[in-house]
């Protein structure tokens, strides 16, 4: 399988399911106090640390360009938070292009304090360096937090049977990077100034982070598992959610949250939006029965939520019923921003 697939030219975007899960099956863990290694679908790695679980996640900032130090923080805290931890400890490795101003760098680090700040994290090190061959600045962050070992929670512990739980809505992520990205493209495919203003504010209203969301409803002991979608959107949270419990999920698409400008923004540009970025929502599972309490809990820290379907046996495959016809699921082979940014894309 991974010689048919190495015959094959990478886009961007993450790499093909098949593709990485032939590359970590290839690791070995030579360290018997890792309790979560790599894996499709799972968020973060675990380490026993003593009377506390250390865990460990590493994301970089790429298609963004704007705020990337506070996206950096961001997005790796989210998955701290989803693994059922408290955000920590911060390491940037910021990559600048050669000729860029000192402004930018300046500009960066005071975007990564100002989060780390906001959500109670550490910086404690990283590297910066100048970097021939690169269009724009990136940023790969890796973010340490702690949990008590039985607090811990993974994607893949969600069993048949559980219904499945979505915090705020999808594309919160996308629709802020395209709004604040690429302003003149949606201007040309007719959005008004309204549309884009408010679009590009989704960085920070809904918002990208799901700590508190996370943390809302990790505190109730009635999650299953948790995940966050972020690149590849819903439908790729779903797939990486499926691959990591080997189960089903049915999905009623009507119940799934799609906020106005991100569905003017993806029509503009004739994008899906289950495809398009994702972080700002929590995707969870819970036994049946107990995603009442959990919403209410979410609901009091004025957290939107909704149950949008049930985990079924994996030969059921991925479905989702939409204006009352069942397909399955749409793939996508990249994230639907990444059309965007390739030489290929056809916008």
């Known amino acids: 399988m991974i010689d048919d697939l190495s015959k094959k030219f990478l886009k961007a975007g993450k790499l093909p399911p098949d593709l990485l899960s032939n590359l970590i099956n290839k690791l070995e863990n030579i360290d018997n ?3 979560l290694g790599p894996g499709i679908g799972e968020d973060a790695a675990f380490i026993s ?51 860029e101003p000192v402004s930018t760098a300046k500009d960066i680090f005071g975007q990564i304090s100002e989060a780390a700040s906001e959500i ?22 890796t973010m340490l937090g702690e949990s008590a070992p039985s607090e811990t929670v993974k994607t893949s512990t969600a069993a048949v049977g559980d219904e499945i739980i979505l915090t705020s809505g999808i594309a919160i992520e996308g629709t802020a990077i395209i709004a604040r990205e690429h302003v003149e493209k949606l201007r040309i495919s007719g959005l008004t100034e309204f549309q884009i203003k408010k ?3 989704f960085i920070d209203s809904p918002g990208i982070s799901v700590v508190n969301a996370a943390k809302a409803a990790a505190s109730t002991g009635l999650v299953t598992s948790m995940h966050d979608p972020t690149e590849g959107g819903l439908s790729g949270a779903l797939v990486e959610l499926s691959k990591a419990s080997n189960t089903g999920m049915a999905i009623d698409a ?25 972080s700002g929502a ?24 909704e149950i949008i379907g049930e985990v079924t046996k994996s030969s059921n495959g991925i479905t989702r019923t939409m204006n009352g016809v069942t397909k399955p699921i749409p793939v996508f082979d990249r994230d639907e921003i990444a059309r965007i940014y390739s030489a290929d894309a056809p916008l």
């Not at 130090?69 to 805290?77: D, K, L, T």
């Not at 106005?260 to 540009?269: G, M, Q, S, V």
């Not at 009442?292 to 809990?297: A, G, H, L, V, W």
């Open 254 to 278: 009507g119940r799934v949250h799609i906020y106005p400008e991100t569905e003017a923004i993806c029509k503009a540009l004739d994008l899906d939006p289950w495809g398009l970025i994702a």
């Open 199 to 201: 679009a590009s504010a």
């Open 282 to 305: 929590v995707l969870l599972t819970a036994k049946q029965g107990s995603s009442k309490k959990i919403i209410d809990r979410l609901n009091q820290d004025e957290l939107s939520a």
């Open 33 to 35: 106090r890792v309790l």
């Open 120 to 141: 109670g994290v550490t910086v404690i090190g990283g590297h910066t360096e100048i970097t021939f061959g690169l269009s724009r600045p990136i940023i790969c962050g």
């Open 49 to 99: 640390f003593g009377s506390k679980t250390l865990i460990a996640k590493a994301d970089p900032i790429t298609f963004a360009t704007d705020r990337i130090g506070w996206y950096a923080i961001q997005v790796n805290a989210n998955d701290i938070a989803v693994s059922g931890g408290t955000p920590k400890w911060f390491l940037a490795t910021l990559l600048l292009p050669e000729s």
